[in-house]
């Protein structure tokens, strides 16, 4: 009958574990926050394969000019830190609405012929086809090219996707959101005029 | 024994499953205008809105606009090409148009209204029927010789009438310019201007 010499012999581990939790939990934050600050400087997975195309296509070389990426976690901490503040409500349900979001800019970095635009439109359809994205609006006119791309699946007001492109001949702005469209939808809805049109194309 | 029935029962209900998919195609309101590239420095615009951003705009307007909704939900796929003219596509694009027609008038295609302008303009609106009463389909080709070539096609039940309500509220600008002259257009008088 040794037992009691045994309790405190159980409890020493014990102990330990609550002292390297209380060490680590620390780093842990530390590592979180790291990770976090890395992800403010990267883009979404759809838009990096939309660059990484457009970019190979074009034939050119291309300069960094700026990256943000607001992610989730991000957007989070600026939601709560913003449901204290007093805002408009429009300011309010975009805020609620937004998701995630990201932009890059990237510039030519040689003033060279411009590159080929549809060759650089039908690059980037073939690389987010495989990915699951289709476009749903090309625009080439001038020096511009913009599309907007859209998952093929899983697209409702709750859960919608999207990544924008704009070519302006020298520079390239990609942009991907991720959002819950139900609070500025429900903010449209209740303005007195949103309806109005919509009266006389039902009437027909 | 009974997992070596469930198994090739179920490839055989999966494979059954996926070859339906492959037979069904693509709905017969739908037509394949092939590929369209632009011209050097020409203008491209294409406009593709599916049915899963269609039911999107429906849920947008459900509540307090049930017919609108509706006339979204008939609607499976809007799709819109404007290919600006060069010399250098020019002859090809108005030949690639002609034969467009045409393969729609031989794909069973009504021509409803077909309009020749003296400047060398050129439109046509062709519907298809789904069990002779609902639309499956509509095409509308523009040919304006001198800029560019428009071509819209439309899958589900509407009327040539209610693209411009299309494009009101779907915001699709070179189809509203269509849809305002289509408004006063009756889609059964096969009409023919020379």
């Given at each position: 009958m040794n037992l009691p010499s045994d309790i405190p012999a159980t409890r020493r581990p014990a102990r330990r574990l609550w002292l390297w939790g209380l060490l680590a939990a620390p780093l842990l934050v530390l590592i979180a926050l790291a990770v976090m600050v890395a992800d403010c400087f990267r883009l979404a997975p759809e838009a990096r394969t939309l660059r990484d195309e457009l970019m190979l296509s074009s034939g050119a070389e291309w300069q960094r000019a700026i990256v943000l990426n607001a992610n989730a976690l991000t957007v989070g901490v600026i939601r709560a830190g913003l449901s204290c503040v007093r805002l408009d409500p429009e300011a309010r349900a975009a805020v609620q609405s937004v998701g995630n979001a990201g932009v890059g800019v990237y510039k030519l970095?040689?003033?060279g012929p411009p590159p080929d635009r549809a060759v650089m439109l039908a690059a980037a359809d073939s690389a987010m086809a495989a990915r699951g994205w289709e476009r749903a609006v090309g625009v080439i006119d001038g020096h511009d090219l913009v599309a907007v791309y859209l998952p093929e699946?899983?697209?409702s007001a709750r859960r919608l996707k999207c990544c924008v492109l704009v070519f302006d001949r020298k520079e390239m702005v990609l942009v991907s959101a991720r959002g819950n469209l139900e609070p500025l939808l429900k903010l449209a809805l209740a303005q007195?005029?949103?309806?109005a049109q919509l009266q006389n194309l039902a009437k027909r | 024994m009974k997992i070596m029935i469930r198994y090739p029962l179920a490839i055989a209900i999966l494979a059954a499953g996926v070859s339906i998919n492959v037979l069904a195609?693509?709905?017969?309101?739908?037509?394949?205008?092939g590929k369209l590239a632009p011209a050097d420095n020409g203008e491209f615009v294409e406009v593709q809105i599916k049915s899963n951003l269609l039911s999107l705009a429906a849920q947008l307007v459900e509540k307090q606009e049930p017919a609108a909704a509706k006339l979204l939900r008939n609607v499976e796929l809007i799709r819109v090409n404007v290919i600006g003219l060069t010399d250098a596509n020019r002859a090809d694009m108005v030949k690639r148009v002609r034969q467009i027609r045409h393969d729609l008038e031989s794909d069973g295609?009504?021509?409803?209204v077909t309009v020749q302008e003296k400047k060398g303009g050129d439109v046509g609106i062709y519907t298809k029927t789904r069990g002779g009463e609902a639309l499956a389909g509509l095409v509308i080709t523009v040919i304006d010789p001198k800029d560019q070539v428009v071509l819209v096609n439309i899958v589900g039940?509407?009327?040539?009438?209610?693209v411009a309500i299309l494009a009101d509220k779907l915001n699709i600008e070179p189809l509203k310019d269509i849809g305002a002259a289509l408004?006063?257009?009756?889609?059964?008088?096969a009409a023919s201007k020379n």
């Open positions: 970095a040689s003033d699946k899983d697209i007195p005029g949103f309806s | 195609g693509p709905p017969p309101g739908q037509v394949d205008f295609w009504d021509r409803n039940d509407i009327q040539p009438e209610q408004k006063d257009v009756a889609p059964k008088d």
